[in-house]
């Protein structure tokens, strides 16, 4: 009995390639349609039981993808514990300058310099190092990311300690790849002492109108600490704070209130960002804040 009679899903603990199963005779063409295998690129299956999410999608993808290809971005973010990318989102990939190459449906791809540095081993192929895969993040304009949204993922990646400002800023002074003076800018708006990237995102829209805020703001009554403002202008008292859907749950919204109250009660005043706000008019969110501070000029 030839192996295709008898081989299940459990033979398989990760994405493989369809026709080398089928040539291999692991699997018959009629196996591999059964519904016991999920399509995630072309000719790339995964069996149905294996959890899908964007690290899955990155292994699968490194199997189709160009020689000398380099995954990048926010995919090698998410494989190195960041999680930056949606489940479906494009994997990223960075391709030497020198290779050509195909569009592969469910993935972007850049054609750019790539130096030794730049990357190293994994799996079967190439991931970005810490620095370059920063600066892809920063850089590539073409995936729609907004300036704050990036400052905001450089920002987790400056709090988590995986890379180093100055080492940065010294990666980036001299190359001259397209996005770079984005990329430099980004650091410039960048501060490690975030904690969310939202956060981060109101910063950076409060800061390109002329709005300096400071982030992770402590505010005491003598020795005793009241409690950390996510936001806080303090020449005038003012904080901006964002409240995401998990201050809806549980005990959270009686201890913002409880907290804010305090904080208050010293003449403190506070502006609430809501999601909805922060993406549906971020210039809206800006003029609300702008309003509060001249009224407490």
């Not at 081989?7 to 591999?32: I, M, Y």
């Not at 850089?139 to 080492?167: E, I, K, N, Q």
């Not at 998990?246 to 005043?269: K, N, S, T």
């Amino acid at each position: 009995m030839s192996r295709s009679h008898y081989a299940t899903t459990a033979e398989f603990s990760g994405p493989f390639l369809g026709s080398h199963a089928v040539s291999e005779g692991d699997l018959t063409r009629a196996q591999l349609r059964s519904g016991l295998y999920n399509r995630l690129f072309q000719d790339v299956y995964v069996p149905i039981g294996i959890p899908q999410d964007h690290e899955l999608r990155c292994k699968a993808a490194m199997l189709i993808a160009p020689d000398g290809a380099v995954l990048t971005g926010c995919s090698a973010a998410t494989v190195r514990g960041f999680p930056f990318s949606l489940e479906n989102d494009p994997v990223e990939f960075v391709v030497p300058e020198q290779k050509g190459f195909h569009s592969l449906r469910g993935t972007h791809l850049r054609r750019t310099r790539l130096l030794g540095q730049d990357f190293e081993s994994w799996r079967d192929g190439r991931i970005a190092s810490p620095l370059r895969m920063t600066m892809d993040v920063l850089t590539d304009t073409r995936l729609r990311r907004s300036f704050p949204r990036v400052v905001g993922l450089l920002d987790v990646l400056l709090h988590a300690g995986y890379v180093d400002r100055d080492t940065l800023a010294a990666y980036l002074a001299h190359r001259h790849d397209n996005g770079i003076v984005r990329a430099r800018q980004a650091l410039t708006f960048s501060d490690g002492r975030a904690e969310s990237i939202p956060e981060s995102e109101v910063r950076v829209w409060l800061r390109l109108y002329d709005i300096q805020a400071e982030p992770q703001v402590e505010v005491y009554r003598g020795t005793r600490f009241l409690g950390r403002l996510d936001l806080a202008i303090r020449e005038v008292k003012l904080a901006v704070e964002y409240d995401g859907a998990w201050h809806l749950e549980g005990e959270q919204p009686h201890l913002d209130a409880h907290r804010r109250a305090l904080i208050e009660a010293e003449g403190w005043e506070f502006i609430v960002i809501t999601k909805e706000e922060l993406y549906a008019d971020p210039r809206a969110m800006v003029r609300r804040v702008r309003a509060a501070l001249d009224a407490r000029i």
